[in-house]
């Protein structure tokens, strides 16, 4: 299956290929973005590489319509979601994923690991982001909300490193970093709590 992460959209209009390729080029003009399936705004498959290879990543655009791929995966985010914690994430997952558009998916390839090969990829997967109107979602990670702070916990017991999180409080985000190792850390933020003595934004 490998690797992936996704764009989750509100938006029913797409990038043209042209646009996402004049974004990547102006920071990388060492790797191609080039068309699969498509052509301008109506692309559906897209193929990110090093100029000589390796492939970075196969991208996919599933506008989410009864019956398409869109909505199954949109499904299967509001089944597996309705476990996780903290509690308040879930709900506002569980009333945001019904209004989403399309999804975005990024499959992480061998040359993400080379001549970063992952820079180039964050920058194609931001330029659709930031159009607004959109969230993240990782594999064995989480989501994220509409600011890119990461909201729901989907990590492995054994992760750690410094990461950028929020929490829901009277309709607001709270935004902080924690240590995702930390277990008094977690634990807070299992309960939907900024932990004590953590860097806020």
């Known amino acids: 299956m490998g690797y992936y992460t996704r764009v989750l959209s509100k938006r029913s209009d797409a990038p043209t290929h042209e646009e996402l390729e004049r974004t990547l080029h102006a920071a990388r003009p060492d790797v191609n973005l080039s068309i699969e399936e498509g052509a301008g705004a109506n692309w ?44 308040t994430a879930v709900q506002w997952l569980v009333s945001y994923l019904p209004e989403v558009k399309t999804v975005y998916s990024f499959q992480h390839l061998s040359g993400t690991r080379e001549r970063r090969g992952d820079e180039a990829l964050r920058l194609v997967s931001e330029a659709i ?73």
């Open 129 to 201: 982001w930031a159009r607004g109107q959109a969230i993240l979602q990782a594999d064995g990670e989480g989501f994220s909300n509409e600011d890119g702070y990461h909201i729901l916990w989907q990590f492995s017991d054994g992760v750690s490193g410094p990461w950028w999180m929020a929490v829901l409080k009277d309709d607001q985000w709270v935004r902080f970093q924690m240590e995702l190792g930390n277990r008094e850390q977690r634990e807070a933020f299992f309960d939907g709590r900024v932990p004590e003595g953590v860097k806020t934004a």
């Open 44 to 87: 559906t498959e897209l193929v990110l590489s090093h100029r000589d290879g390796p492939d970075i990543a196969a991208i996919e655009r599933n506008p989410v319509a009864d019956g398409s791929l869109g909505a199954e995966e949109i499904a299967e985010f509001m089944e597996g979601v309705r476990d996780c914690r903290p509690a």
